[in-house]
């Protein structure tokens, strides 16, 4: 998490010019933020596959710089910073797509990818959107120069950006969001602006880690939307219901799902959400607080028994007996499945191992 102080006051609006349903009565999901339990993977996982990942000059892996993990039906895409790994079912290592660089077909660094139902790949690349075919040849690209992207998944027959835009001055600060629908032609089909935010005085400005946004759960399309501009001075009511609310997307509408309700805080200044998602039995979020710097909070919530699971390290695969906290991250099309990766060094190793890649999925 990058931090960064400014010197500015709130004042904030909500705007949502695409059609949206009011809040009403949403399932407020309980969060003591003052727990610190512990959850086996065993308890929340059906089962969970371990991949050794083939360690090779062109295939090193480095956990901290994975932007995305997908799946298709036969290969596992690696996405860091800098590259495009394709692995086998069984860990092999088959091929890099892309290079790095400023040409077609090249990418200047990773932000994120994803796969369309043509078996296409599609990375976002510095406002740029390229497209790969699974044997890694260059197909299309097309530059997006005023469209700083924050998360991409491509969903039925229309790829959405979400975009999050920033300008600064000596008075404040101005962020905007807006989801785009493109087609297959990459040419916009419609826009939803999602917020406008005017800051004056504000503390602090937050970058999230990963970008899980859009994500894709049976036919259901679910969206959070992180706000890394925090006032810790007001409590002001569009910034906190965005920060603590999970939305569903229907026919370019936005319908609040869920809301965090964080319970020995009830101001929500000094919490920081940095995604919302769920499954068809389970709600996750990972958040940051405050008032304990430095740690990075995992919630679990069994939508089955009503139990929460709020833990200051992470979860424990009590499956595979690894001893360290694990971090899940959902399936960007299906988030009844989730991954993490381990490094799990054996003795003899001369050299630290590729890391073990983790894929498992949740019980309903």
Request: glycine share 6%; charged share 25%.
């Amino acid at each position: 998490m990058k931090r960064y102080f400014l010197s500015i006051t709130v004042i904030a609006f909500l705007l949502l010019s695409c059609s949206h349903a009011r809040q009403g009565d949403l399932l407020e999901i309980p969060i003591d933020i003052d727990q610190n339990n512990s959850l086996a993977l065993s308890e929340i996982a059906e089962e969970i596959t371990a991949i050794e990942m083939e360690l090779t000059d062109e295939s090193v892996i480095n956990p901290q710089d994975i932007q995305r993990i997908i799946i298709s039906e036969n290969e596992v895409f690696i996405a860091p910073v800098k590259s495009i790994l394709v692995f086998n079912k069984t860990g092999k290592f088959i091929r890099s797509i892309g290079s790095h660089g400023q040409g077609p077909g090249e990418y200047t660094g990773i932000d994120n990818i994803a796969l369309d139902k043509k078996k296409r790949l599609i990375v976002s690349s510095n406002r740029k959107i390229i497209f790969y075919d699974l044997n890694g040849k260059f197909l299309k690209e097309k530059s997006f120069p005023d469209l700083p992207i924050t998360d991409i998944n491509y969903i039925g027959e229309e790829l959405l950006l979400l975009v999050e835009r920033v300008n600064s001055d000596s008075k404040g600060a101005y962020l905007r969001s807006i989801l785009y629908q493109l087609n297959d032609e990459l040419q916009l089909v419609d826009s939803c602006t999602i917020k406008d935010l005017y800051l004056e005085d504000s503390n602090y400005f937050y970058m999230c880690n990963y970008a899980d946004y859009i994500l894709k759960r049976n036919k259901s399309v679910y969206m959070y939307f992180y706000n890394g501009y925090v006032s810790i001075d007001r409590d002001y009511l569009a910034e906190k219901i965005l920060r603590d609310t999970l939305y569903r997307f229907e026919n370019n509408r936005l319908i609040p799902e869920l809301k965090l309700k964080f319970k020995n805080d009830e101001t929500g200044k000094f919490i920081y959400p940095q995604n919302i998602y769920r499954s068809s039995r389970y709600i996750f979020t990972v958040y940051y607080n405050a008032n304990n710097p430095g740690k990075g909070y995992k919630f679990c919530y069994d939508t089955k028994t009503g139990k929460g699971y709020n833990m200051q390290g992470g979860y424990i695969d009590d499956i595979n007996q690894i001893e360290d906290p694990v971090r899940i991250r959902p399936f960007n099309l299906d988030t009844e499945m989730f991954y993490y990766l381990h490094t799990n060094m054996k003795p003899g190793d001369l050299e630290e191992p590729n890391p073990t890649l983790y894929i498992g999925r949740l019980k309903k």
